[in-house]
């Protein structure tokens, strides 16, 4: 069998947490077109059974709460394939809490599954069509409420816009406007509470704006980041205005990027820099306890309890492609071995690692009638991507990859760690008594959107003359400390928006 290498980059998902999903359009090649990897995870709250797996040979669907999963081919929502069937380009995949699957793969509109995932059809909604979705954010606690953030490029208005019918159709929020704003990421909040949303402007700025009125009115936070792109990464479930996004400072090369997790205790107003190295940041992620924790590729994951002082995490496996809230407080991670565990999951109540997802678990096309596109289609193709990659699938009720088996399990797993108690955060100290704190020049997220495709296309003179991209976090944006300025006006002047479009040039 080829060496195979997994890959899950995704975005924070629990049964309380939100079925969001970002990108679409990035590049397949910044881990190798040699490699099986997987990019997005998802465990929907309503449908405590179905499991939802993206990777860049397709979408694996496990109907019986991950001991098996069922293939579907790419082809079925858009994707375009390689000779080796693995795909140009990774989506972002998004699973409301009724396991609707919305796939978007940087293209214009978006594609939405049937109930039964049989089926999908391209971006039936007028208002979406003809934009770029590049976010999609839902909870439990809204039922029948989604939201989605449309971007450039494509035909405005662009923003953020709300279903009311459990993503049937969508309609805009007052955050619109007619191209001034790329549009980043939307966020709701674990109680459905408030939602986030980042916007940029043609020369750079990144914005983060907050809604306690399901979008029907927006208020900009004071902080201004000057960057590529921004996402929301998450909120603390006991203090909402406690928030966390990674913003992408520069990008020096197709897979080169300079990425900081910042976080914010104000709703927005102020950031400070939690995070940078020069090293891939495969995600980061805000736990229901409050705790972040952050995964970089070489080093694995590190920990922090405040998101302020991180530690490595005991047993992470090392390097990593992924970190992610999953059931119950667990966490998934995915080892970057040439082991076939496409995912791997920390158990909160002892604290070790077990496989979650193999490829021995891939029992063949996801089960479908044959008059549907799924059933039609994926059936022919397996068997043609299955053999190239020497894949030998099982068979519905086999033990593929048992947990605990020598085979296959994520390097460094500890599996004794007697006398920790359930669910605490377990951490590596250092031997030579050196702080812990994340430091260094720069990193880079695998889950943020537009850093290819959209990214290095439209970068502005503003961006290309500038020698040392910095945040300008409220006073002068002349300030470097590192960057930290104010917006003129301070909360005071904050503009919110109430009733129609948003004036074009606010941040100019």
Not at 125 to 149: K, W
Not at 334 to 348: A, E, G, M, Q, Y
Not at 363 to 378: F, N, Q
Not at 437 to 450: C, E, I, N, Q, T
Request: net charge negative; with cysteine.
């Amino acid at each position: 069998m080829r060496a195979l290498i997994v890959v899950v980059c995704v975005s924070a998902l629990s049964p309380r947490a939100e079925a969001k999903g970002e990108g679409g359009g990035i590049s397949g090649f910044c881990f190798g077109q040699d490699k099986l990897l997987a990019t997005v995870a998802r465990f929907p709250d309503s449908a405590p059974e179905l499991v939802v797996v993206s990777t860049n040979f397709g979408i694996l669907v496990s109907r019986d709460g991950g001991d098996t999963y069922g293939w579907i081919c790419p082809q079925t929502y858009g994707a375009q394939i390689a000779g080796n069937f693995t795909l140009f380009a990774l989506p972002g995949v998004a699973v409301l809490p009724d396991g609707t699957i919305f796939v978007l793969t940087g293209a214009m509109g978006y594609w939405i599954s049937s109930e039964d995932a049989c089926r999908f059809d391209a971006a039936p909604d007028e208002d979406l069509r003809a934009t770029t979705v590049v976010s999609v954010a839902a909870r439990a606690a809204l039922p029948d409420t989604a939201f989605a953030a449309a971007s450039w490029p494509g035909r405005g208005p662009f923003g953020i816009f709300r279903s009311d019918d459990g993503g049937a159709t969508f309609g805009a929020t007052e955050l619109v406007s007619d191209g001034t704003f790329r549009y980043g990421s939307v966020h709701v909040t674990l109680g459905g509470e408030r939602v986030y949303a980042t916007t940029r402007t043609q020369d750079g700025i990144i914005a983060l704006w907050r809604s306690d009125d399901r979008g029907d009115s927006w208020t900009p936070g004071d902080a201004e980041i000057e960057a590529f792109s921004g996402v929301v990464t998450g909120a603390l479930p006991s203090n909402v205005d406690r928030v966390y996004l990674e913003a992408v400072r520069s990008i020096t090369g197709a897979c080169e990027f300079d990425v900081a997790v910042l976080g914010s205790s104000d709703g927005g107003d102020t950031f400070d820099t939690v995070a940078e190295r020069d090293e891939i940041l495969v995600g980061s992620i805000v736990r229901d306890d409050g705790s972040v924790w952050i995964g970089w590729k070489d080093s694995g994951i590190e920990a922090s309890e405040d998101g302020v002082d991180f530690v490595p995490l005991e047993g992470s496996p090392r390097p990593v492609g992924c970190v992610q809230p999953a059931r119950d407080g667990d966490v998934a991670v995915c080892p970057l071995d040439d082991s076939p565990v496409l995912v791997t999951l920390w158990d909160s109540a002892t604290g070790v690692f077990e496989p979650l997802v193999t490829l021995d678990d891939i029992t063949g096309p996801l089960d479908c009638p044959a008059d549907t596109p799924v059933g039609r289609e994926c059936g022919q193709r397996w068997e043609e991507m299955a053999a190239y990659w020497g894949l030998e699938p099982g068979q519905p009720g086999e033990d593929g990859g048992a947990p605990g088996s020598d085979a296959g399990g994520p390097p460094g797993r500890d599996a004794g760690a007697p006398g920790r108690d359930a669910g605490d955060i377990v951490v590596d100290e250092p031997t030579d008594g050196c702080s812990c704190r994340v430091g260094g020049s720069g990193s880079r997220s695998w889950a943020l959107p537009f850093l290819v495709a959209v990214a290095l296309s439209r970068r502005s003179r503003r961006y290309e003359d500038r020698d040392s991209p910095r945040l300008c976090l409220g006073g002068s944006r002349r300030s470097r400390i590192p960057g930290v300025g104010h917006r003129p006006g301070g909360t005071g002047d904050r503009q919110q928006a109430t009733g129609g479009h948003l004036p074009d040039g606010r941040r100019g």
